[in-house]
């Protein structure tokens, strides 16, 4: 009897590591989406929520910036020398 307890008592202490690094490995598939980006500038860029985010990385920048140059502004975005007043 002793040994089924041990057999069972590891059997489960395994399943809840395999469990736990299931739910480790989904959280590092997140990914970013340009096509959040409405506007993107040197240090970020302006959502489609209208508000401001900080680039992740610079793979993310230089990606958005070869993408949609048409919308990539290489100044940040609160420079007021680019700004209407």
Do not use: C, P
């Amino acid at each position: 009897m002793k040994i089924n307890f041990k057999g069972a008592a590891m059997a489960a202490a395994f399943a809840l590591t395999l469990g736990s690094a299931a739910k480790a490995n989904a959280a590092v598939g997140i990914s970013f989406d340009l096509g959040n980006v409405a506007i993107g500038y040197s240090d970020g860029y302006m959502g489609n929520d209208h508000q401001y985010h900080r680039w992740a990385n610079a793979r993310d920048a230089s990606r958005f910036r070869a993408a949609h140059k048409e919308q990539y502004h290489s100044y940040k975005h609160n420079d007021t020398r680019h700004h209407d007043n």
